[in-house]
């Protein structure tokens, strides 16, 4: 994984070194990161808006409000980076950070954020030798946050010593080497993951079925993801051609709603999360034929019922385990996604639309938006095997919190 398909998130402070944003901004849209900058005011006085938004390819934000009296959603932006990237950081936006000084749109949004912080400290030596200074760095260092320390060299005073902001390509490659690295494997380490995966198909006789066009691409990609990550993987899959190449993943085949209803009930108990990625036949033949049925009549009446809904099942014996849906719909998809999380008791829904072109079955590609309660999250198109990386990093991030 490197930072191609990132949403990087650049704050930048009043420093002199803010110039160098540029660079920076350049290497990350060059290896395929979005990248948004936002600006404390101060920030404006050593870079224009113009020229950081020609490279960005996005608008610059300083401020709460829009000229047209428009709302910059500082919720919006922190929900939506993967990253965020405080360079160059001042001593003054230091201090507010770690104190919850919030007076301006950085502040708001970095507060605002659950993905990584990075700061790249920027002030004269004897400011970044400040005990002050060395307790904040900590204190964003006791938060989690990943501090990229400032070099030593020349500095605007005219003195030589350390408070250089580290130059945009050791910023630039300390934030893929995060991403490259699986700095999460260990949150899935011993847990137990079940994932339902493809279609189900409900017999009308011995050689016809209902069912849809599910491959269990998707499912597969999950099962293979989460044990590289350390999982023990329980892979309950409907008819599927796809095949699973690490030996780890306990593969189980099932044909109907109602073979998966209870083969999932089996380990459900034992579980510690639950990702229900099949395409679950909602309608069965009420009685299947036991001969196959001959086309002696111009029409054929097949009276159907509802199977059992599986994943509402799990959601209402759900005690510990994290819940994970998918919804593919073609209209209302965020209203239909949003009301299936809420009545099915899920903990997140993925949501893929079949408007979207490389999107839904058989496709070796997938376009998502990820909900919970209170978060949404958009993914650009991606193969599956990425599209699971991503809903795995979101599960992750959820049970950190």
């Known amino acids: 994984m490197s930072v191609s398909g990132k949403k990087v998130l650049i704050a930048v402070s009043g420093g002199i070194a803010a110039y160098k944003i540029h660079f920076l901004i350049r290497d990350f849209v060059k290896k395929g990161a979005e990248v948004q900058v936002i600006m404390t005011p101060d920030a404006e006085h050593f870079v224009t808006k113009l020229s950081l938004s020609t490279l960005s390819k996005k608008p610059v934000y300083s401020d709460f409000y829009g000229d047209n009296g428009s709302w910059n959603s500082h919720v919006e932006m922190a929900l939506w980076a ?66 990229i320390p400032a070099e030593s060299g020349e500095l605007a005073s005219g003195l030589i010593g350390q408070g250089r902001m580290a130059e945009p390509e050791t910023i630039f490659n300390t934030i893929e080497s995060y991403f490259s690295t699986d700095v999460h494997t260990e949150i899935l380490k011993g847990k137990t993951v079940l994932i339902t995966a493809g279609p189900t198909y409900e017999a009308i006789d011995p050689v016809r079925f209902i069912g849809n066009h599910s491959s269990g691409k998707m499912g597969f990609s999950l099962a293979e993801e989460a044990s590289k990550r350390g999982a023990k993987v329980i892979l309950i899959s409907g008819p599927s051609s796809q095949t699973i190449h690490d030996k780890n993943v306990e593969l189980h085949k099932v044909t109907s709603a109602k073979e998966m209803l209870a083969k999932v009930f089996e ?116 193969s599956k095997d990425e599209v699971a990386k991503d809903i795995l990093d979101f599960v992750e991030s959820q049970l950190l919190k």
């Open 82 to 147: 993967d990253a965020i990237v405080v360079a160059p950081c001042t001593a003054n936006t230091l201090s507010k950070m770690v104190h919850g000084m919030c007076d301006n749109l950085v502040i708001a949004t970095y507060m605002s954020a659950k993905c990584p912080v990075f700061i790249a400290p920027a002030m004269d030596l004897d400011m970044y030798a400040h005990p002050s200074t060395k307790k904040n760095l900590e204190l964003a260092e006791s938060f989690g946050h990943i501090i």
């Open 267 to 382: 380990f459900y108990d034992g579980i510690d999360i639950g990702i229900a990625s099949a395409a679950v036949a909602d309608y069965a033949p009420k009685e299947a034929a036991k001969e196959k049925i001959k086309k002696n009549d111009e029409n054929l009446i097949i009276e159907l019922v509802k199977n059992p809904d599986i994943l509402k099942t799990m959601g209402e014996k759900k005690t510990h385990q994290f819940l994970v849906g998918f919804a593919l719909e073609t209209q209302n998809e965020e209203e239909n996604a949003k009301g299936k999380l809420e009545k099915k008791n899920l903990d997140m829904i993925v949501l893929n639309s079949l408007r979207d072109e490389g999107a839904g079955f058989k496709n070796d590609t997938n376009k998502i938006k990820i909900f919970t309660r209170t978060e949404k999250k958009e993914f650009n198109l991606k």
